[in-house]
């Protein structure tokens, strides 16, 4: 821009001298006239400089107007619906105003997106650049638990699908005690894995892992143990009688020890939270045999006499027995008793007759008994048992016994099924 130069020289001020008087007002006047040339005279400001970022594209424009909208107009930017403006990174909106033109204008287009909550589908058109920014402006807030897939920092791209299951808050009751947590949909199992509650071995949980999270999110995990164990029975070994036909009659021998055998059983048990709640046999095994005790008892029958003051007798059989003696009023019956004085098998008693334990042998059976004489069993008792005899008498006659005596059984020989061939070790 050429400007006029009005400084005054030194002839056109002594003409100014010689034609008039300067005055005050009139060097005010000059001053502000050489005033305004200089302003006039001095360089325009350049505009600002904006850059408007599109579509891929940055335009650099010299924006006189700090008028946003007017900018990308200027531009050749249009907006679409959803897109955002962004100045200096400040976002815009239809009401926002500058003061001053932006360094920067951004704008972000709008992309549609599939949300699916819970495996309902919505649609989002959104110019968020990322998964977390486009759910917290869609007003929607997502905890650590929640499941979001893709994760929240991934960027937005066309028709990308969203999934959110907002975590459930869950009750557990594990190993005594209860935790409160928070899981996202799925299933029990994954819930207790992500709550650092895992289920070992046999423990299983309610609702069962494979199952839906329950609808009052309460969750029993059940701890299981189970142990086997070995049980061990006895098997008593069983006693064998066997004849020996070549040795005498009450000769008792041992042919084989034998041994107990042995039965071990392995029973499973199951323990829930520490409670024993079943047991079951898995398995039986014979460990060890029994072996049977084998009894040898002599069966020779050889016959004997016997010289006595009542004349020689014949006897096939001779062993000791402990005696005593009783009579009608001393038998413990009452006199009114109609069985009072007599015998078990119906008589009467009197001397000669004498009370046994009919397991050793049968009533008629002949004895003789040294300092008592011919006796034939007739009677039995309560107290009567093994190698016990109890000689009769009559009361006129009575003699008290309380001794040890040897007991001669006199022929004939019974039948052998009546024999008792193998008679108790010891005499009461």
Known sequence: MNCLHFFPTEAGARRSRGRSKATPSRALTSLLTFFLILTACAPATPAPMTRVQAD???FAIQAPTADWQQILTETGVR???????????????AASLLHTAPAWLTVRRAVTVTLNINGAPQTLSTAARTVGEALWQAGISTSRADFVQPPLSTPLTPNLSITLSPAQALTI???GQTITTYAPTGLVGEALALAGVPLVGLDYAVPAADQPLPPDGKIRVVRVREEVLTEQTLIPRETVYQAMPEVDIDTVQTLQAGADGLQRRYVRVRYEDGVEVSRSVENEVLAQAAQPLVIGYGTKITLRTLDTPDGPVEYWRAYTMYATSYSASRAGVAPTARNYGLTASGKRLTRGMVAIDRNMMPFGTRMYVPGYGFAVAEDTGGGVKGRFI???FDDWNYQSWHQVVMVYFLTPVPPADTIRWIIPSTVP
């Open 56 to 58: 891929g594209r940055v």
């Open 390 to 392: 109890d000689l009769g």
């Open 173 to 175: 009751q594990a190993d």
């Open 79 to 93: 907006l679409n619906a959803g897109d955002e403006v962004w100045a200096d990174g400040i976002r815009m909106d």
